[in-house]
């Protein structure tokens, strides 16, 4: 696959995720937090180049993109989209012959090494993303000792990115895919099919960006209002007709200044999962 290739595929994931609305998160149908939907399609134009570039190591890849993202938009957009997206592109870029994409990806991460590490760091200072905080162990603050995987195993009880470098992205590929290839086949429509995904992961694991920020203050609403969601997806043949509880709950949570903004990077990373194995899959055939 090209570079081209999987930039035009990041790309459309990215915006997949904006079409999608996902209460309490920026979407076409709501900005919020002080970030627009302009901001993200930005982010997401500027960083696909780097984020793509096969003449750089996993760690560059994600620090340039943060660089180039840092630049063009004054707010912390997608730094846990990068870090998703990154070892997915880098796995799909170099994936050897029939080898699945869940194998190559095991081996990226397998294989990160201290420099990768130290670019990330370096990538989350630039980004400072909100309630970073410090660490007894790899804080991002000083040079990294240890792998980049293994910097990521220190941070994952704390963080569900992290999680997805230590488990191989098992939320994803045994999890969060299969709700979005199940319900893009039942809708037809893979806006409203990241949208399930969107509120089953929330129904399924508390949201690290707002653990950070307010710790369990608002997991029971967060949960009790994603599990109604959810009853309603799973009955209607047209979700377009759950849009006036979706504005209720989005207003609700962006009052609260409740943004599940971990789980909306987690469907970037399931809608792109999808899109690349689709591709893949294709050239496989032709």
Same mark, same amino acid.
């Given at each position: 696959?090209?570079?081209?290739?999987l930039?035009?595929?990041?790309?459309?994931a990215?915006?997949v995720?904006?079409?999608?609305?996902k209460?309490g998160?920026?979407s076409?149908?709501s900005? *919020?937090?002080d970030m627009?939907?302009?901001?993200?399609?930005?982010?997401?134009?500027v960083?696909?180049?780097?984020?793509?570039?096969?003449?750089?190591c996993?760690?560059?890849?994600?620090?340039?993109?943060?660089?180039a993202?840092?630049q063009?938009v004054?707010?912390?957009t997608?730094? *846990?989209i990068i870090?998703?997206?990154?070892p997915?592109?880098q796995?799909a870029s170099?994936k050897?012959?029939?080898?699945?994409?869940?194998c190559?990806?095991?081996?990226?991460?397998a294989n990160t090494?201290?420099?990768?590490a130290?670019w990330v760091f370096?990538a989350?200072?630039?980004?400072?993303p909100?309630?970073l *905080?410090?660490?007894?162990?790899?804080?991002?603050?000083n040079?990294a000792?240890?792998?980049l995987?293994?910097?990521?195993?220190i941070?994952?009880l704390?963080?569900?990115i992290?999680?997805?470098y230590?488990?191989?992205?098992?939320?994803?590929f045994d999890?969060?895919v299969?709700v979005?290839?199940?319900?893009a086949?039942?809708?037809g429509d893979r806006?409203?099919?990241a949208v399930?995904v969107?509120v089953?992961l929330?129904c399924?694991f508390?949201?690290s960006?707002?653990?950070r920020?307010y710790g369990?203050?608002?997991s029971?609403?967060?949960?009790d209002?994603m599990t109604?969601?959810?009853e309603?997806l799973s009955k209607?043949?047209s979700p377009?007709r759950?849009k006036?509880m979706?504005?209720?709950?989005?207003?609700?949570?962006?009052s609260k200044?409740?943004?599940?903004?971990?789980?909306?990077?987690?469907?970037?990373?399931?809608?792109?999962t999808?899109?690349?194995?689709?591709q893949? *899959?294709?050239l496989?055939?032709?």
């Amino acid at each position: 696959m090209t570079s081209a290739d999987l930039e035009n595929l990041y790309q459309q994931a990215c915006e997949v995720e904006l079409q999608a609305f996902k209460p309490g998160n920026v979407s076409v149908y709501s900005d *919020g937090h002080d970030m627009t939907v302009a901001d993200f399609r930005i982010s997401a134009k500027v960083s696909a180049a780097p984020i793509c570039n096969p003449d750089y190591c996993l760690g560059e890849k994600i620090f340039y993109a943060v660089q180039a993202t840092r630049q063009a938009v004054s707010c912390n957009t997608n730094l *846990g989209i990068i870090l998703l997206c990154a070892p997915l592109i880098q796995a799909a870029s170099s994936k050897a012959i029939g080898m699945s994409l869940k194998c190559a990806l095991a081996e990226v991460l397998a294989n990160t090494t201290v420099d990768d590490a130290n670019w990330v760091f370096k990538a989350i200072l630039l980004a400072s993303p909100g309630g970073l *905080g410090s660490s007894d162990q790899e804080d991002v603050k000083n040079i990294a000792s240890v792998t980049l995987r293994e910097s990521m195993r220190i941070a994952s009880l704390r963080d569900r990115i992290a999680l997805q470098y230590v488990s191989n992205y098992q939320d994803i590929f045994d999890f969060s895919v299969n709700v979005y290839y199940n319900c893009a086949s039942r809708w037809g429509d893979r806006n409203w099919a990241a949208v399930a995904v969107y509120v089953k992961l929330l129904c399924q694991f508390p949201d690290s960006h707002i653990e950070r920020k307010y710790g369990n203050q608002y997991s029971e609403l967060v949960v009790d209002r994603m599990t109604m969601l959810n009853e309603e997806l799973s009955k209607t043949d047209s979700p377009e007709r759950i849009k006036p509880m979706l504005y209720s709950i989005d207003q609700e949570l962006k009052s609260k200044g409740v943004n599940p903004g971990t789980t909306a990077d987690m469907t970037v990373v399931t809608v792109l999962t999808a899109l690349l194995e689709e591709q893949l *899959g294709k050239l496989k055939t032709s």
